[in-house]
Structures are given as C-alpha cells and as structure tokens.
C-alpha cells in the first residue's frame, strides 16, 4: 500500500469518484491549473477537463449557490473553500438553501454536495486562517458535518462524503494535510458517516476528540501509559452531526472519566454538546466532572502565540491527572 | 501614453409594445397565437382573483403572511409564458401566477401561506424550485441550474425572478458575474415594483435603469414597460431564445408597480402616497390587455365575464381542497420528515420524545 499524506489521499478520493462518476464536478477558487492552495485538487484539471474542475471568480456565496443549483438538477458537485474563515460569505447559502432544500421541497429535490474546507490552526498562517468554527456547520439542522483526523480515513470519508445523498461540510483539519503518511490503499474504501472509531483501547479514562487534536490526544496517552501507567481510552469523533454518542457514552460507563479535546472555542463548543450527552446518558457512571481542554473562548491570535492557544499533549496530560485526582 | 477614450459596447434598450391606453405598435407587435394570448390573459385574471382572494383570507386567518402580486400579473406571466416545460423557474416570493401557469396547483400556494410544509411540495416532472424567502439568494440556483444543463448538452433555460430589491444584494452581482464568465442559459428577470417594503427605487440605487447594472458583466439588459404582457413576452422570448442556443444569459428588467402591500404584514400609508399608487392604477396591465384583446376582436364582454366566473369558480374549489387537505394535515410529527434521506438516531429519538409527550397530553385532555 503506498503512504501518503492527508493531501495526496484526498486529491486520490476525488480522482477516483470523478472517474466513476461524471456527476461528480470540483469547483473553488485556484482549485483547476493552480491545484487548490494546498494542492488537494493538484492535476485533476488536466484529468477532467476545465468541464468538472472549475476555477471560479473569487465568490464564495456562488461558488455554494451555484453547487446547490448543480446539485438540485443531478449532478454531484464538491466545492471547495478556501480557508474555513471565508465561509462565512456562503454561510447563508448553507443555511437558508442546502440544508433546507430537501424539506422545503418535501423531497422533491435534494442538495447531494460536499463543501470541502480546511479549518483550524497549527501553521502559521494569517489571519482568519487558523480558526475552528465547526460547530455553525454541526449546530445547522439538515446537515451533516464530516472531521477526518489522518489520510486514510479522509480519503475514506470523503467517497462517503461524495455519495451521500444529502451535502455533507468537509472540514479538512490543514495542521494535518501534510503533518504525516499513511498507508492508504489504491482500491476503493469508504467510512459510514455519522459514527465513530475508537483508535485506543483504555481503563482508566476516556479522551473524546476529532481532527488535528487526535494526534496530541494520542501522544498524551502514549505518555501517561508510560509514565504514570494510565490508559486512556481514546475515541475520534469523525463525524460531528449527526452525532454517534453510542461508543463515547459506553466508553464513559466504563472508565467514568472523560477529558474532552478540541481547538475550537469553549463556550457553546463541540464539548458542550458532548458533556449534555454524557450527563443525559452516563451520568450515574461519571466519577468526576468532565474536563475540557479546547481553545480559549479568544479571537485565535496571530500565529506567534498560537501554540500556547491550541491544545497540546501536555494540557491534555494535566487535564487527565486532574479527573482522575478528583474524589469520586 | 495618451489617455484614451475605451470603447465599451452598451447598447441598452427600453420596449413597449402596448400602450396605457391598450393601443398596439403594429411594427413592434409579436407574432402570437390567439390561444395563448387569451391563456395569458386567463391567467392574469386568475392570477389577480386570487391574489384578492388570498387577502381575504389572510385578513379572516384561514392563511398566514403572504406578499400579494396585485400590478405584477403581466410583468410575472409575460416572461415565463417563453419557457418550455423542460425549464426551470426559479421564483423569490412574490411570483404566485407564474407558479399557476407552471402547474402548482392554487391548494399548494394556500397550504404553503396557511404554514403547511406540505405546500413547498413540487409535482414530480415540473421543473420550478419552491419559493425563496431571503432575498437574490435563489439566482444562483438558477445560475447552477443552467451550468447543469449545459453541461449535460441539454438546451434547457433556467429563469429566476427577483426584485429592485434584490439588485443591491451581493448573490445578484455574483450571480450575474458567475452566468456571464460561464455563459450559462440563465435569464434573470427583475421585477422592479417601485419599493422595497419602504425603501423606494430611487433610494435602492444611484443607477438611471436596473438594466444597466448587466452591461458591467458583459451580458445583454434590457428595460420593459412590465405592465405591457407584450414587451414582457417578446423580451423573455428573446432571451430564451438567446439562452437555449447558447448565446449566454440575459438581464431583463420589468418596470411595474407593487398595487398592494409588500406582505399582508406591511402598512404602505407610512411610506407612499395615494396619488402614487392611483397613477400606476392607470397603467394597469389587465386593462390595457383587455383593450387589445377586445380590438383584436378575441374577447367580448360576456368572453370576459366567462373568464372572470370561471377563475372564481376554480379559487372556490382551491380552497375548499386547502381547507380539506389541511384537516388531514395535523400530524405534528410530519415536522421530522424530509430533512435526510435517511432520519438519524438522534433525530428518531427526538421525534420518540414528542410522540410520547403528545400522547400523554392527549390523555390528559380526555380525562380532564
């Protein structure tokens, strides 16, 4: 199996399905000659033709409104934004049609799109460049919100994505696209939307997380494993919405302690929908208050201070010591 | 180097066929079959009928909020009268009798403003997209639309309406920008009614015309007396025209005037004046096409009678069929339907809970 980065997974997962599917057309901004600014689209013009990979007018708002137009006709149209930090200029788009389409039609018509985008910090970027907001796209009713964390499960994901028959907001962690490879296999392979994995077994407590933060919520179990003979159980979300609370709540039974990881804000954050699940479902279970360690409720500084934002393994390490010190 | 004069193209026209008066200019007047213009005449009287209709039921509460068309019957019917059923129409709000003459039936417009999902419901094979509330979002749609179809090689037209309004939004100028650079078979017809809830045309833009606002994409605009179905007609049939064999889109503006209120929830006295509206009163579009109509010798007073009993006839039935279809409609739960193609656990879970609650309450009301 050859190894690949989360970018070259990616452009693998929309080079196939464009070749199965003469539906399926990318469109964004620099996404055809250029191959996107992170080359996720890389030599997919030369492939299909100017006809399926559109370099669009700078225009996000129509860049979404024209996919819902190719959608609702039949075609499978992946648009990409840019940077997540311009999606607010489409945000209404989403909001007030592709979501909504199918229910306003009462299934007369229905929107099959991917928005692809990179979010989050981690590289140095500038401003509006680094921020999670995830969760105006999770919060929307009719949509559904996809966070592949590696390679291989994005390539997965994102054929999903693809094929789903409702749109589906791509969230492409970039602190990601090229931070390491895996082995990602060349036939087709593709991941359910809407559940999630458990990528490390454990007894002690429970890691809940999703995107870039798999990785340091990882190194952080690896380190208590070592040094202080802690398991951590450690599940990657995958998908925010629909929420699969199903392995995290069974998770939190068993191990009774749960530290939440996300780079997005606190307030309002993923975590706090989290935390009302497992109080809905696991609380008799949990021994000590849940912990979150996230993104300070901040505008995201610019990058010389990012990292003291953005969770890291030792915040992670702290947080597990605590849950685990409280009194049951 | 000189400063120079650039020589941009922009040719711009404004047409009228069918003057106040009903009298035709014979040079400029298109070439249609009796039929159809005695079906657009039909449909303008229907389209008015119940739109006074419609009012009346909003004022007795049998149906919500809803934005009247009263003045716009020709401006709406004359353009999409051009469109094959294999096109698509895209409408904002305010496009009720051009929805009629796509084939929505009048107990799906009333179920829609009487707060029942099931009116946005579109019959299988007819190719409009339900209404769009917020406002020039929905001419991109159109936009994509007709990029579909032209990459599918197919020679179908998409048509969006919208408002003065809707020309200061950002989606217009994108959506106008992204059919130019495509050239795609779009054909975007502005219905300039004068106001935009308050705000008059003359405070929306600094601009002389509407129509202008397309040559800055490159694209063809034209200016229309709205209120003249016969301009409306030859200008959208151009469009189409130009559209389906792949001359790229087109921009047209209708001048017509908003007779009533922008919704039923609106109050125009605190921003236009009486004699404002009773000088648009006399550019009517039903008078003057009934004029013609008459001097073409196609409608009589009892030909215009029948048409008038006949469209009361069908609002009667519509309403009952709404009132009736509303009855069985009052199932809370139908709320969870068409979100996904498939409902998800949490979702099941959810509708669970307002399952048990209404049955419980349900109970409670029999013993109490």
New interface residues.
Partial sequence: MPKMTMVQALNLALRQEMEKDDRV?VLGEDVGVDGGVFRVTEGLIDRFGP?RV?D??L?E??I????????????R?VCEIQFSGFSY?NF??IE??ASR??????????VPMVLRTPYGGGVRALEHHSESREVFYAHM??L?MVIPSGPRNARALLVSAIRD??PVIFFEPKAVYRAFREEVPEEEETLPI?KSLLVREGRHVTLITYGAMVRPALEAADRLSQKDGIEAEVIDLLTLA????TLFVESAKKTGRVVIVHEAPRSYGPGAELVARLVEKAFYFLEAPVRRVTGYDLIMPLFAREQAYLPNAGRIVRAVKETLEAAA | MPRTRLNVDTPLEFLSILTEDGVVDRDLEPDVSEELLLKLYRFMILGRRFDEKMLQLQRQGRIGTFAPIKGQEASQLGAVAALEPRDWMVPCFRETAAQLWRGTPMESVLLYFGGY??G???A?GQRD??????VA?????????????K??KSDEV?MTFFGDGATSE??FH??L??AA??QTPTVFVCQNNQWAISIPRSKQTRSRTLAQKALGYEMPGIQVDGNDVLAVYTAAKEAVYRARSGGGPTFIECVTYRMAMHTTADDPSRYRTEEEVAEWARKDPIARFEKYLAAKGWLTPQGLEAVASEADAAIQKAVQRYEELAKSLGDPLQMF?????QL????VEQREELRRFLETENEEARHA
């Fill in positions: 057309i006809d559109l669009t007018p225009a708002s129509a979404v409104g024209m996919s819902i137009g190719m959608a609702v006709y039949g075609l149209p200029l209404h788009q007030c049609h389409l199918r229910h306003r039609s009462q299934g007369r018509f229905t009713p009719g559904k028959p409702d809407g629909p929420l699969d609370d | 999902d099931e946005g419901r579109i299988d997209l339900p209404v769009a509330i917020p979002s929905q001419l991109l749609h159109a936009v994509g639309l007709a990029w579909a179809a990459y599918r998409a950002g989606d994108e959506a920008n992204f650079v495509y339907d068409h979100h996904f193609e998800p656990a949490h979702l």
